[in-house]
């Protein structure tokens, strides 16, 4: 079934193990492994969330990448062409959704950018994508994707592929699974295989048709289905994969205690300069630089010496 | 499978539910987080409070079937202390970080009053390091070695009375900060039927006196049933072996009497396998999860109010931490100037003084030297005076010798053709 594989924890966490805490032989279990089975009850109980948020601009599918990817009708998806004018300003569009699977409840935001940006068509990445791509990976987990595969063969996907890495590289632009979060060799292994194929040519479709006895998933056009499950078609079923069977977990991870934590420090840096005193709440004056030293202390100072000197 | 609360959060924020027409995947989050947690290991703190030689470090070696190592303590010292050891322990692919803090001295003073303070400044401490490190700009929680005790076995001497004062007075110093579980201890001392009696007069003591202890949570189908018995059936009483003794066929922990055997792992001669269960393997994450959201909580509100944060205004708005922070900011300011002014004016007045002070010597320094200058003219006035005079009597002197020789040369004048002649005769006839 699915691979029990284990989560990255973010990075700059290897735990040491203190010197002063001797590990111990116990002579038999004495059932801590049950832990475990609490937690799962626990998470069970109080269900999951995740919030995704697609960018790109509308008709490129992101409506039905999302179903397709929730099997479900997140978004109702408005055909192009059907005369409405595109947007000028960029309006974030939520919706959530609670579903369910086997006992457990995924509550799903799914956030919408529509109006932004050109369709990406076999050029390179342009200097507006770059420098987007660039602030976003500062604050976000962001996994690229070649939206409507279909129309690229393989040789071009191939080449488009590789050509898309080269740009990310140039520009240093850290998508997701980030190379510095690897915790062990394990992970380093995976996600690299993750990375050869980083951005995923991937095709939505939520309409089922009849494939040699099989009902699949497809956009039937008139030179053939393409199967969205299909690895031969299109590799759907990797960002499926990696985006819920086996790394929804860390995507959450990296955001509460990377990403979150970035923005908190920043954001408590820009009003602070708190002086010390008592009462007050200590906040760690990490590097030399953060907290200034602010003139009145100074002066206090200055003061305080002149008025103990003996003349 | 719906939970209750879940349900009604939902229909609270209006989210519809969607079903799927497919096989998505997520069933596997769960595992995913399972997974997490076992690579981040776990944390386990244990608070044990007890009389000395009550049975601590061996029930908690029987617990954990191993053996910490620690030595006996004595019974003679001055105050309560609280000793704490950290161990690693692994079971299959489950790391467990155990803590163990043991009360050292308790119940051997004479005068108790202040018996338990020790043991609520350490569990205090604890959250405050947790508050510190949540409260810095660059935090790492989930790196942080959390020591925050998660429960607290109280172990109450077997007498098969009741509850002790000095018992009755730490768990409610204590029952709002820890879980606690109460234990009878060494309860191979007390007989079946003073047990019983034993056990509903602790409860009803405890309840009477309005003591939170540890309830076992029943509100999830799978462990309800079994941890609502167990409710009915505390204080455990446990009796702590690492002892083996050959009981049938097997080796089992148990302590030996010439009377009989008492085994440790026999639900009928104690409640040890009942602790160990509840402890471990059914409620460890509940009261990990009880120690965050309940007994840390309480007190991280209150030393934020004591701190004078709120989350709510004067006018009952609610009123952010920011707010609260460039409101004490300001203030915070405000008494700086205020103390920067008030240095300063103090700073100019010494000057001043200084100054007064220093003209002050200079005027008396000026006075003096007029002072000096005028006696000293004087005596020259004087001397000159004198000298004047001397000066005329030399004069006057020189005119009386001049005078003198004057008469003296015309006295010699008249007769002085004898005194010559005189002078000869006398000269001559020496030769």
């Not at chain 1, 203190?18 to 626990?42: D, N, R, W, Y």
């Not at chain 1, 919030?51 to 509308?58: E, F, K, R, T, W």
């Amino acid at each position: 079934m699915d691979p029990l594989r284990r989560s990255p924890s973010p990075c700059s966490s290897s735990r040491p193990s203190s010197p002063s805490t001797p590990a111990c032989e116990m002579f038999g279990p004495i059932g801590i492994e049950a832990v475990l089975g609490q937690l799962k009850i626990k998470a069970m109980k109080m269900g999951f969330e995740f919030n995704i948020m697609v960018v790109g601009q509308s008709g490129l599918g992101k409506s039905t990448m999302v179903n397709t990817l929730f099997k479900s009708k997140v978004w109702k998806s408005n055909p192009p062409g059907l005369g409405l004018p595109t947007p000028q300003t960029l309006q974030l569009h939520s919706v959530t959704h609670v579903i369910e699977e086997k006992g457990v409840k995924l509550k799903l935001t799914v956030t919408d950018t529509p109006g932004f940006g050109d369709q990406i068509n076999n050029d390179n990445l342009r200097p507006l994508d770059i420098e987007f791509l660039q602030r976003l990976c500062r604050t976000v987990n962001v996994v690229p994707v070649i939206a409507r595969a279909d129309s690229l063969t393989m040789e071009e996907r191939e080449a488009f592929r590789h050509r898309i890495q080269k740009n990310l590289r140039t520009h240093c632009i850290d998508v997701y699974p980030q190379k510095c979060f690897d915790e062990d060799i394990n992970d380093k292994i995976l996600n690299s295989k993750l990375r050869d194929r980083i951005p995923f040519a991937v095709v939505g479709a939520d309409r089922e048709h009849l494939v040699n006895g099989r009902c699949v998933l497809g956009r039937k056009t008139k030179w053939g289905i393409i199967e969205v499950e299909n690895m031969a078609h299109c590799e759907f079923p990797l960002l499926r994969d990696l985006l819920i069977r086996s790394h929804l977990q860390d995507l959450k991870d990296i955001t509460h205690n990377v990403h979150y934590e970035n923005y908190r420090v920043i954001r408590l840096n820009e009003s602070h300069l708190l002086p010390r005193g008592p009462g007050w709440v200590n906040l760690d004056p990490a590097s030399p630089g953060q907290l200034t030293s602010r003139r009145p202390f100074k002066v206090c100072r200055g003061a305080h010496d002149v008025s103990e000197d003996e003349f | 499978m719906a939970s209750s609360e879940v349900a009604r959060h939902l229909k609270r924020e209006n989210i519809r539910s969607l079903t799927m027409s497919g096989h998505v995947g997520f069933e596997s989050l769960p595992d995913q987080l399972v997974n997490r947690s076992i690579q981040q290991g776990f944390c386990f703190n244990i608070l044990c409070v007890g009389e000395t030689g009550i049975g601590k470090s061996t029930l908690i070696n029987t617990l954990f079937n191993t053996n910490f190592e620690d030595h006996e303590s004595s019974h003679f010292c001055p105050d309560v202390k609280l000793k704490a050891q950290t161990y690693e322990l692994q079971e299959s692919n489950v790391r467990l970080k155990l803590t163990i803090v043991n009360t050292v001295g308790f119940g051997d003073q004479i005068n108790k009053e202040e018996s338990y303070q020790p043991i609520v400044d350490y569990i205090d401490a604890q959250f405050e390091a947790y508050l510190q490190e949540e409260l810095k700009i660059k935090r790492s929680l989930f790196t942080y070695h959390d020591s925050r005790i998660h429960v607290c076995l109280y172990f109450i001497s077997p007498t098969g009375h009741s509850l002790k004062t000095l018992d009755l007075l730490t768990m409610k110093n204590l029952d709002s900060k820890v879980n606690i579980i109460p234990v009878i201890a060494k309860a191979d001392t007390v007989s079946k039927t003073e047990l019983q009696k034993f056990k509903i007069k602790l409860m009803s003591e405890l309840v009477s006196n309005g003591v939170q202890i540890y309830q076992f949570p029943t509100d999830d189908d799978t462990s309800a049933k079994i941890n609502a018995a167990m409710n009915e059936q505390l204080p455990f009483a446990v009796v702590g072996s690492m002892d083996e003794v050959k009981v049938g066929n097997k080796m089992v922990k148990a302590r030996q009497y010439p009377w009989g055997v008492v085994q440790v792992e026999n639900e009928n001669h104690c409640d040890f396998v009942k602790l160990r269960e509840m402890l471990i393997c059914t409620n460890m994450e509940d009261l990990r999860e009880q120690t965050h959201t309940r007994h840390y909580e309480l007190y991280r509100r209150c030393k934020l109010e004591e701190m004078g944060f709120t989350d709510v205004g004067p006018e009952n708005k609610p009123v952010s931490l920011q707010e609260t922070y460039e409101a004490k900011r300001h203030e915070f300011h405000g008494e700086c100037q205020r103390k920067e002014e008030e240095m300063k004016q103090m700073f100019v007045q010494r000057v001043k003084e200084k100054e007064a002070m220093l003209k002050e010597a200079e005027r008396e320094l000026q006075a003096k030297f007029e002072h000096l200058e005028r006696l000293h003219q004087e005596e020259r006035m004087k001397l000159e005076e004198k000298r004047r005079l001397l000066e005329e009597e030399i004069i006057a002197f020189s005119k009386k010798k001049a005078t003198t020789e004057i008469c003296h040369n015309q006295s010699f004048l008249a007769t002085g053709r004898n005194l010559w002649k005189d002078k000869d005769r006398k000269n001559s006839n020496f030769l």
